[in-house]
């Protein structure tokens, strides 16, 4: 392994980083340059950044307001979110000419808080996958592992921060695509409630399963983003700081199986067991529970969701470009035929899934009401080989399904979840996330759990080989 780069700046996260410009240390434009030359170095490797807007950057870093929270740290926003003036492609070549008119109301907040988009980061074609791979782009590899998939949606995202690009990186989670890239990144990622931020969306929306947040190396960073980007028509009281469990002792469940009654790998399930016995040794009760819910009756009700807004998708893209979506370019064969799957969808479809949705509801609310927070694995399985999960290949919806099976329960229910990487394989060297959801507007118990288990286990300096500490 090279050795570790003596670069003071990688001993700080965001609001670290933040202090420094404060205290004339460091300016944003020297902050941006470290961040544009550590994508350089290493980004021919692990393709995590997609687009860059460096004279856009540069603009916004000289007239930083010293006073906010980031204070010009640089970051990255995910490719399935609009930035004015900026590429947003969704990591798909019927997108490659789409430019953004307008940044939607959380990018504007994370802006004033005095976050420095440098670019946007790699995702698959329109978040599809539980994996960061595209026919525009290609794939996105694991700082661990560049033999391995750095996780989907968010995987750009994820590397990014993995690699110490940045400290802190915006993505998105519709059904685990913040928390996969985490957990098999090793940094922290979180998905809020749902409306709890504001939203990401340009018509102002806040979709059923889609929310806004970041992955970060601290538990602070993150927390900060929340408190910098709650909306004003937020669905939840603001919080107006740094959240703290002040003592509470949390009633937590613990659930290894799948939705499916699947168990995870050996090493998976480990690292949960090892989380579970942190809790407890941080003074929570920690409770063995079945799962609760149907893996089958959810994920139909989850493809009803998804499937139904591609519904006329294949349609548009042969009449613009004349000719048959195969013979096209515009589409790679696993989306064509994920979307063909929501084109035979019953018309009731939509119908079903709401009404699965009520019961799902009503379900979870009861399991919450006895417990404050849910432990499960984030994905059962290690991560894997780049590829073994591919857009050039027929859409696999049951392997999917079954990465996504413990993560898309909380989307579902617009509740809090966040990935927390406190253990790494001792054969392979791999990072494993916990994975902790809670009842939705829970996000101050998670991070104030979150908060505690960073100070009984710190990860922060804890570098990937293929990463700017490694250079």
Same mark, same amino acid.
């Not at 002040?246 to 399930?269: K, N, W």
């Given at each position: ?18 202090a ?24 021919g490797?692990?393709?995590a &950044? ?6 856009r ?34 990591? $798909?070549?019927?997108?490659l ?25 790699n995702?698959?074609?329109?978040? $599809? ?21 750095s ?11 993995a ?15 913040n928390?996969?890239p985490a ?26 399963f ?7 190396r ?23 700081s ?7 002792r ?5 659930? +290894? ?8 790998e ?47 998708? &294949? ?17 790679s ?8 799957e ?19 509801d ?26 073994? &999960? ?6 696999d ?5 079954? +990465?996504l $099976? ?8 617009g509740?809090?979840?966040? $990935?927390?990487?406190?253990w ?40 990937a ?7």
């Amino acid at each position: 392994m090279t050795p570790m780069t003596d670069d003071p700046l990688l001993e700080h996260d965001a609001l670290g980083l933040a202090a420094l410009v404060r205290a004339g240390e460091v300016t944003p434009d020297e902050l941006l340059d470290a961040t544009l030359a550590r994508t350089e170095r290493l980004d021919g490797t692990l393709n995590a &950044i997609i687009t860059e807007c460096v004279e856009r950057a540069r603009t916004h870093a000289a007239r930083v307001d010293p006073s906010t929270p980031f204070a010009g740290v640089p970051t990255f926003l995910k490719d399935l979110v609009d930035l004015e003036g900026t590429r947003r492609t969704d990591g $798909s070549a019927s997108m490659l000419q789409n430019v953004s008119a307008a940044s939607p109301a959380w990018v504007t907040a994370a802006e004033v808080a005095g976050l420095v988009v440098a670019g946007k980061t790699n995702t698959p074609e329109f978040a $599809s996958l539980p994996v960061t791979d595209n026919m525009v782009f290609g794939p996105t590899r694991n700082p661990w592992d560049p033999n391995l998939s750095s996780g989907g949606s968010s995987g750009g995202a994820a590397a990014s921060v993995a690699a110490g690009y940045t400290p802190v990186a915006h993505g998105t989670d519709g059904g685990g695509s913040n928390r996969i890239p985490a957990s098999w990144c090793g940094v922290f990622g979180m998905k809020p409630s749902r409306g709890r931020l504001a939203s990401g969306e340009l018509d102002g929306s806040h979709p059923v399963f889609k929310t806004h947040m970041a992955l970060s190396r601290s538990v602070r960073d993150n927390a900060t983003v929340f408190l910098a980007t709650q909306g004003d028509d937020a669905a939840f009281p603001h919080l107006a700081s740094m959240p703290t469990l002040d003592g509470r002792r949390l009633r937590i469940a613990l659930t +290894l199986d799948s939705p499916f009654g699947e168990p995870p790998e050996p090493a998976v399930q480990a690292a949960v067991e090892d989380a579970a016995l942190l809790c407890q040794a941080l003074g929570h009760e920690v409770v063995p529970v079945d799962n609760p819910v149907d893996g089958a009756e959810f994920f139909a009700m989850y493809a009803g969701y998804f499937l139904s807004r591609t519904v006329g998708l &294949i349609d548009m893209l042969e009449q613009a470009s004349g000719l048959p979506i195969e013979e096209s370019g515009l589409l790679s064969r696993c989306t064509i035929e994920m979307v063909r799957e929501g084109d035979h969808l019953p018309s009731d479809a939509i119908a079903r899934a709401e009404a699965t949705l009520a019961r799902l509801d009503t379900t979870m609310a009861a399991f919450l009401a006895d417990h404050d927070v849910w432990l499960t694995p984030v994905t059962a399985t290690m991560p894997l080989l780049v590829g073994d &999960i591919s857009p050039r290949e027929p859409f696999d919806r049951d392997r999917s399904q079954r +990465l996504l $099976s413990h993560l898309a329960i909380a989307n579902a229910i617009g509740g809090p979840a966040m $990935s927390v990487p406190l253990w790494w394989d001792d054969d392979t060297g791999l990072p494993v996330g916990s994975h902790f959801s809670a009842a939705p507007g829970s996000d101050e118990t998670l991070y104030g759990l979150a908060f505690a288990l960073e100070e009984a286990q710190p990860w922060a300096q804890r570098w990937a080989p293929t990463s700017a500490r490694f250079l």
